[in-house]
């Protein structure tokens, strides 16, 4: 009874405030208290967000299909587009325009968008607006030289007054949240993100996420979580969702608990297990944590992504599903011979009996947890 009046309680309107906590030195909340904070929605601006688990975008992966087949898993509070370049997409480019698929199941769904012209951001931001997009995300954590060359992405965070004008150009152009990912800052020695953040909340940018990496990193080295949790201490009211690492439940649950985040976004965690969301959102509701889907379960995950991906590609999904063959052949434990198949097939009936197979032979090969196939850059950051 006592806990139901505590969940009663917590889960109230005040509840579904932007929720950050400030960690203090006597320590960060535990047991009911964190998973209360935990729970519930989360308003970013004047979006009112469904779970406090977040999709981290990522290029390549985070596709329409890819948001799709996790949403029906349940859970996700939020899915953002790989990062779109302003004046391509204004300019009406088949790539850009791709990119923004959606439909009207494909929500929440925030837009990224980059560039390093101010005006050419507030007019992609306008363009989205116009096409009914529901939420703008300003890409200033993106490592690479091409994109950070012409002043975007993580470059931006090097000066704090002008990333800060650029973001309430943008909020200024629209009605719509808009909302900035960004990363510590561009290398150690300058880790802007506590300055940027409280010059961005300034300005009226409705939330922030967090990377726990300098550029300098890339993807390399462990989260800062201090670092993450300084960005927190330094706004007031908007949310900060912090990002980086997040691979399992209890990797989530210390991330809110040291950080005192008001949400998290996971990456390359949603590709080692897509039920990650549905798990957190079962374990924040105070639900047993779930056993691992089964083998018939992974396959029909598989069986939809496909599926899905057909809706917007057609046939060419079978060249686009190359991209995941390795990592379903490990997850899912696909022998090698058939592994082999799902990176050469050219027809839906040759997909059809490929899995007809997989279902067949499930248990010839050792599933293994593939972190390595989600790739990143090699070599020094500089030369990325
Ligand atoms: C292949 C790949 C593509 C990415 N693409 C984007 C992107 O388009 N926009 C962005 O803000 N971050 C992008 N990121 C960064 C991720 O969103 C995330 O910040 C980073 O991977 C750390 O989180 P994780 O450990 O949960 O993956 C990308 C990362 C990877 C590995």
Redesign the pocket.
């Known amino acids: 009874m006592l806990a139901l009046v505590y969940k009663n309680v917590l889960q109230g309107p005040e509840r579904r405030m932007t929720g950050n906590v400030k960690v203090t030195p006597h320590g960060a909340p535990s047991g009911p208290e964190l998973l209360s904070r935990m729970s519930g929605s989360v308003c970013v601006g004047s979006r009112v967000l469904p779970t406090r688990f977040f999709l ?7 596709h329409l299909a890819f948001r799709m087949v996790l949403r029906q898993l349940g859970g996700l509070g939020l899915a ?1 587009t ?2 779109v370049q302003a004046t391509m997409l204004v300019g009406g480019s088949k790539k850009s325009l791709e990119l923004v698929e959606t439909r009207p199941d494909d929500r929440p769904l925030s837009v ?1 968008i980059f560039s390093g012209v101010t005006s050419h951001l507030a007019a992609a931001a306008k363009w989205l607006q116009d096409h009914d997009y529901e939420g703008i ?1 300003i ?1 200033m ?2 490592p690479m030289a091409k994109i950070n060359g012409t002043g975007g992405g993580a470059r931006l965070m090097c000066n704090v007054d002008a990333a800060a004008t650029t973001a309430a150009r943008v909020v200024e152009a629209v009605r719509v949240p808009v909302t900035v ?1 960004m990363r510590l800052g561009w290398d150690a020695t300058q880790c802007t993100a506590p300055e940027l953040a409280a010059e961005l909340e300034k300005v009226g940018v409705a939330g922030i ?1 967090i ?1 726990g ?1 300098t550029r300098a990193q890339g ?1 390399h080295g462990s ?1 800062d979580r201090k670092g993450i949790r300084d960005t927190v201490s330094a706004v007031s009211r908007i949310p900060v969702v912090a ?4 691979r399992t439940v209890d990797d989530a649950i210390s991330m809110f608990q040291e950080t005192g985040c008001a949400a998290i ?6 590709m080692l297990d897509p039920w990650i969301f549905r798990r957190l959102a079962a374990h924040a509701s105070g639900d047993h944590l779930e056993a691992n889907p089964s083998a018939d379960e992974q396959i029909d995950f598989l069986v939809s992504h496909f599926r899905l991906m057909t809706e917007q590609h057609g046939l060419f999904s079978c060249h686009l599903f190359r991209k995941f063959a390795a990592w379903y052949g490990s997850r899912l434990g696909i022998p090698e011979d058939l592994e082999d198949r799902l990176r050469r097939f050219e027809s839906y009936a040759e997909f059809d009996e490929i899995v007809e197979q997989i279902r067949r032979r499930h248990g010839e090969r050792l599933c293994t947890v593939a972190t390595a196939l ?3 850059p090699n070599g020094p950051v500089s030369h990325w």
């Open positions: 981290a975008p990522l290029a390549g992966y985070t953002t790989d990062l990224q995300d890409n954590g993106c990912k996420t990377h990496r993807f989260v990002n980086g690492d997040i976004a996971i990456g390359r965690g949603a989600v790739k990143v």
